[in-house]
């Protein structure tokens, strides 16, 4: 496999995995997964933190599939 293949690959697999744990600490879960995250000691994102990741893990998944396939 070529190089940029590979790093396309990668690209999109840390975009994934940061699109996966945004959602698990949106700050539009229910009450319920607020209070979880509250006693388990993790933290919910700020509504500004929460877009800001969103658009990077967007952009990693876009890049990683330019780079497979890119020409």
């Known amino acids: 496999?070529?190089?940029?293949?590979i790093f396309g690959f990668?690209?999109?697999i840390i975009g994934l995995i940061l699109f996966f744990w945004i959602?698990?600490?949106s700050p539009?879960?229910?009450i319920g997964n607020k209070l979880i995250n509250e006693l388990s000691g993790s933290y919910t994102l700020s509504?500004?933190?929460y877009s800001i990741s969103m658009i990077?893990?967007?952009v990693l998944i876009v890049f990683g599939l330019y780079?497979?396939?890119?020409?």
């Open 56 to 58: 990077i893990s967007a």
């Open 10 to 12: 990668l690209f999109i």
């Open 1 to 5: 496999m070529k190089l940029k293949v």
């Open 23 to 25: 959602q698990d600490h």
């Open 67 to 71: 780079k497979i396939f890119k020409k």
């Open 28 to 30: 539009y879960n229910g």
């Open 47 to 49: 509504k500004q933190s």
